[in-house]
T-cell receptor, first 118, second 112 residues
Framework: DAGVTQSPTHLIKTRGQHVTLRCSPISGHKSVSWYQQVLGQGPQFIFQYYEKEERGRGNFPDRFSARQFPNYSSELNVNALLLGDSALYLC?????????????????FGPGTRLTVL | QKEVEQNSGPLSVPEGAIASLNCTYSDRGSQSFFWYRQYSGKSPELIMFIYSNGDKEDGRFTAQLNKASQYVSLLIRDSQPSDSATYLCAVRGGGATNKLIFGTGTLLAVQP
């Protein structure tokens, strides 16, 4: 089975521009999460979607937005890019287990999109 | 205090030795814990997860969880140079969001 796919792999933008990153989850997974990883740090949670609904949002400005489509793929949008937005953007997919099964809901990461803002 | 803390390393071990990676977390309500391996320039790759106190073994890897001490560790037996990578500890946050809270990672270097 195909794993999580992300596009594009690399992206170079200038300050003030906007960017759209795309993610397709593992077949059968209904939840997609987005993370930002800057050099030398662990991934930071941005958003989580399940069945097209936002399930959670991390401490990121309103310039960051996301959505999930009926086929469970997802887009992350970032407006008014800043130099500090340069990072590896990771998409993770999981079944989206809840309740008593939530402890075993495991996230699998895609290859990431490397965004450079000049 | 950071929510998830790891020693950044580098942790250097000789080939064939046991590598021990440690992680502490602050939220006592945390229920599940994950170890990811990340090679330089690549995305995190799941090694294993644990949610019950005690040990969980998978091949050369053993995860250990002590909820009373808010401590989780990963042991790698018979370390190989190919194990050289950054190891990320992640804790699942509480509530409806299954978000992961990551430590900064420990760089492991296995010397041939």
């Amino acid at each position: 089975d195909a794993g999580v796919t992300q596009s594009p792999t690399h992206l170079i933008k200038t300050r003030g521009q906007h960017v759209t990153l795309r993610c397709s989850p593992i077949s059968g997974h209904k939840s997609v999460s987005w993370y930002q990883q800057v050099l030398g740090q662990g991934p930071q949670f941005i958003f989580q979607y399940y069945e097209k609904e936002e399930r959670g949002r991390g401490n990121f400005p309103d310039r960051f937005s996301a959505r999930q489509f009926p086929n469970y793929s997802s887009e992350l949008n970032v407006n008014a890019l800043l130099l500090g937005d340069s990072a590896l953007y990771l998409c993770a997919s999981s079944p989206g287990l809840a309740g008593e099964e939530a402890s075993t809901d495991t996230q699998y990461f895609g290859p990431g999109t490397r965004l450079t803002v000049l | 205090q950071k929510e998830v803390e790891q020693n950044s390393g580098p942790l250097s071990v000789p080939e064939g030795a046991i590598a021990s990676l440690n992680c502490t977390y602050s939220d006592r309500g945390s229920q599940s814990f994950f170890w990811y391996r990340q090679y330089s320039g690549k995305s995190p790759e799941l090694i294993m997860f644990i949610y019950s106190n005690g040990d969980k073994e998978d091949g050369r890897f053993t995860a250990q969880l002590n909820k009373a001490s808010q401590y989780v560790s990963l042991l790698i037996r018979d370390s190989q140079p190919s194990d050289s990578a950054t190891y990320l500890c992640a804790v699942r946050g509480g509530g409806a969001t299954n978000k992961l809270i990551f430590g900064t990672g420990t760089l492991l270097a296995v010397q041939p």
